[in-house]
């Protein structure tokens, strides 16, 4: 009867000892997972505080740039060199959320890989930290607003192309452009224009209402990459944080 109560016992307590190893092997698993994406999450945001610093610092040049424009009078305009007018057209229609260094550009596109391929496994449950899961939510939120945003700003800066374009000279300058207003070669030499085009810019009242409004817009946005590096180093800091545990 010992015996078999003894022999029942070791039955009862290996069971429970797999159960606990397999808690045990599941929880270890589920641990290592959710770290590995705290790396790749870790990765990501700081790419993305870094393309924030660099858009937004870019949006701040190219501001100055087409706020000289809209200071200068048409006379003053019409005595611009060629070689500083293409730099100040430009900057009348260049994306100013988009910065180039070396051959690469550094556009609006944030970098989500992380969390989109996390959402699309179903494994944001990985996540233990409630406040990382809604600083996460939160960033979803900006990331799209800031999509919105860029659409609209693309929508004025292909209104003062299309003004720019009816300029006969303008037009041999923005045939070598790509779509996204920008040279076909970043080793391409800017094209000279004379500062009359430039003076006939500057007199023209429509296109400079678009130019004011891509300034205004511009500026708002501006703002709002500043506001998404804030919140991108936000959800660094919990990302580390659970990092750290």
Avoid: C
Avoid at 111 to 126: E, K, R
């Amino acid at each position: 009867m010992r015996a078999s109560l003894r022999e029942g016992a070791v039955i009862v307590a290996s069971i429970l000892l797999a159960f606990a190893i397999d808690a045990w092997w599941d929880r270890y698993k589920s641990e290592a997972l959710e770290q590995d994406l705290l790396v790749s999450l870790e990765r990501g945001f700081e790419e993305n505080i870094r393309l924030a610093k660099a858009v937004a610092h870019e949006a701040r040049r190219q501001q100055v740039i087409a706020g000289r424009v809209i200071a200068m009078s048409p006379e003053e305009a019409a005595h611009v060199s060629p070689d500083s007018t293409y730099m100040l057209l430009r900057a009348l229609w260049r994306p100013n959320y988009v910065t180039i260094d070396d051959s690469h550009v550094y556009g609006p596109d944030l970098n989500n890989a992380a969390l989109v391929s996390t959402l699309q496994a179903g494994q944001l449950s990985l996540l233990t930290d409630r406040r990382l899961l809604t600083a996460l939510a939160v960033w979803q939120g900006v990331t799209q607003e800031l999509s919105e945003r860029s659409r609209v700003m693309i929508e004025i800066e292909q209104q003062v192309l299309r003004s720019l374009a009816q300029y006969p000279e303008m037009q041999a300058a923005l045939a070598g452009l790509t779509a996204d207003g920008e040279l076909r070669s970043f080793a391409a030499t800017p094209p000279r224009v004379t500062g009359s085009v430039l003076r006939f810019v500057r007199a023209n009242n429509e296109l400079m209402a678009q130019v004011a409004q891509k300034s205004f817009v511009s500026r708002a946005q501006q703002d709002f990459l500043e506001n998404i590096e804030n919140r991108a180093e936000a959800v660094l800091g919990l990302v580390r944080e659970n990092l750290n545990r």
